[in-house]
């Protein structure tokens, strides 16, 4: 995503945990090229809206996707970096006067509607979690509904990603309900800052696989965007 918005003329920022951090809990290991995307590193937890605002100065577009994704954990790491984490990147993206704001939320929101509804379960069908951090997800997305009276708001019930569509039979045929393909990921990310829209979307974004039983709409419709088309 970062050398696919580079390309199309974008400046980026790129904010994350410090490497060595990052490195620690196991978190994009086999990446050796993401220290040099690294402009500012932080723990959101840890860091002020005012340290942030400092760090989006003149961006136009913030994408936030940190969280804490573990989702058996009840540690007050996920209040702290999914609901106070996602309400300071809010505030500190109003503060600096950023035009729009693209926040990951989880496909873990509506994890409880599978199978009850058919034959594809929309925004619209509402949320039912089994876990905290489907709970945090669901917050975060109310946080940003509230932020869209001040800048433009997309909350993304993002999908597993995943590098290519072989992945999902690497692991056992688990993934392909749920897979992201990072081409998709790429397509989708890339109409969040190029389309026009106004207030607040909330939308599904993941591939278009056979098994697939999320409804990608209305991000489709409004951001423009198409998956590949899924042998």
Request: proline residues 4%; hydrophobic residues 40%.
């Amino acid at each position: 995503m970062h050398a696919d918005l580079s390309a199309s003329g974008h400046s980026l920022v790129g904010i994350d945990r410090p490497t060595d951090e990052r490195l620690a809990r196991g978190r994009n290991v086999d990446d050796s090229t993401a220290p040099s995307r690294l402009d500012h590193a932080c723990d959101i937890s840890q860091s002020t809206i005012e340290d942030l605002v400092e760090m989006f100065d003149g961006c136009q577009y913030v994408i936030h996707l940190a969280a804490d994704a573990d989702p058996s954990n009840w540690q007050m790491s996920m209040l702290e970096v999914n609901i106070e984490g996602t309400w300071k990147v809010i505030e500190a993206a109003k503060k600096a006067s950023c035009k729009r704001i693209i926040i990951a939320s989880s496909g873990l929101a509506q994890v409880g509607l599978e199978g009850r509804v058919e034959p594809l379960i929309g925004v619209e069908h509402g949320v039912s979690i089994d876990s905290p951090y489907g709970m945090t997800k669901i917050i975060g997305e109310v946080l940003g509904r509230s932020a869209a009276k001040f800048l433009e708001v997309i909350c993304v019930r993002i999908g597993t990603v995943i590098p290519d569509d072989d992945e999902h039979k690497r692991r056992g045929g688990r993934l392909m309900a749920t897979a992201f393909l990072q081409e998709d990921v790429r397509r989708f990310f890339r109409a969040c800052i190029t389309s026009s829209m106004d207030g607040y979307l909330l939308t599904a974004a993941q591939s278009n696989s056979p098994t697939r039983f999320i409804d990608l709409e209305p991000g489709l419709s409004v951001l423009n965007w198409n998956p590949v088309e899924w042998d």
